[in-house]
């Protein structure tokens, strides 16, 4: 890979880190992406901009069970959406599985 196409995926890279839950979610996230600043500063020669960090880190919002939940709905609303457009397709086998994976980690229908 040529070293202006590797600039270009770490900008993409930076782009995804620096997004709303991914920089601000607790400290190391935060120091991933000045990091991450850091390095395409010094590959394109430019004076950084770093992230300052948010008053309150996204981790420290919720406690870890409250945390667990809320990953789990959230696994669980993706694969209703996935169980229903299999159903609407008439994928009968894959709403088997999804209701597999459903059991198994999320406890749902």
């Known amino acids: 890979m040529s070293e202006l196409k590797n600039i270009h995926k770490l900008k993409e890279l930076i782009q995804t880190q620096c997004t709303n839950g991914n920089w601000n979610y607790d400290a190391y ?23 300052d960090p948010p008053k309150e880190f996204i981790s420290k919002q919720f406690t870890l069970a409250e945390h667990d939940a809320l990953v789990k709905q959230a696994v669980s609303d993706v694969l209703d959406e996935l169980y229903e457009d299999f159903t609407e397709a008439g994928l009968l086998s894959a709403r088997v599985h999804i209701n597999q994976i459903k059991l198994k980690h999320v406890g749902g229908k």
């Open 29 to 51: 996230m935060h120091g991933m992406a000045n990091g991450m600043i850091c390095a395409e500063a010094v590959l394109t020669n430019v004076e950084p901009v770093y992230l």
